[in-house]
């Protein structure tokens, strides 16, 4: 059982304001990521780090922000919230090894911008 | 691009049936394969993975993998309706990069 805690789970801003999304996880994993999903649509991976101070940029384009200072912190930063960012994020971290660790999820962080 | 396919559904299926999910992947070099539960509005939490050709069992969840024919499947044994939900299929990049590339997933109902 994966311990990966996100906060807020539910936010409602106005645009232009600035929010970030905290995501944390006890187990020592290496590798995080950021996740974004509309209701009933596929996962789009946003942001990924391999651990404190990588960051990259995801498959799918965004115009937040993520940094990895301490291993089992991962916060995702909008800096000038829209309507068109109101979404599901969804946190998630791994191990790293040779073949890849298992992925475990957050319970998301629910946004809307109106 | 590398992908992964899955009938979107919905799939539905009568109480104590058994329900077959499938999912076709392109990365001929992926070792690694994971099913994913995602209930409506919750986030994604993992059922099996299997790494190796052949049927993976735990409870009432068989995973089979086809590496020559680039094909894993989920079967749900003895289906209840709390089985309703969208199951995503994962195939780990078998590039340096290593991360899970996704399916759109498809929706089971398990009708009572």
Known sequence: EADIYQTPRYLVIGTGKKITLECSQTMGHDKMYWYQ???GMELHLIHY???????????LSSESTVSRIRTEHFPLTLESARPSHTSQYLCA?????????T???????????? | QKEVEQNSGPLS???????SLNCTYSDRVSQSFFWYRQYSGKSPELI???YSNGDKEDGRFTAQLNKASQYVS???????????????????????????????????????
């Open chain 1, 37 to 39: 999903q509309d209701p």
């Open chain 1, 49 to 59: 780090s391999y651990g404190v101070n990588s960051t990259e940029k995801g498959d």
């Open chain 1, 93 to 101: 971290s791994s191990e790293w090894t040779a073949i890849g660790g």
């Open chain 1, 103 to 114: 992925i475990y999820f957050g319970e998301g962080s629910w946004l809307t911008v109106v």
């Open chain 2, 13 to 19: 299926v009568p109480e104590g049936a058994i329900a």
């Open chain 2, 48 to 50: 099996m993975s299997i």
């Open chain 2, 74 to 112: 989920l079967l749900i044994r003895d289906s209840q309706p709390s089985d309703s939900a969208t199951y995503l299929c994962a195939v780990r990049d078998g590039g340096s990069q290593g991360n899970l590339i996704f399916g759109k997933g498809t929706k089971l109902s398990v009708k009572p």
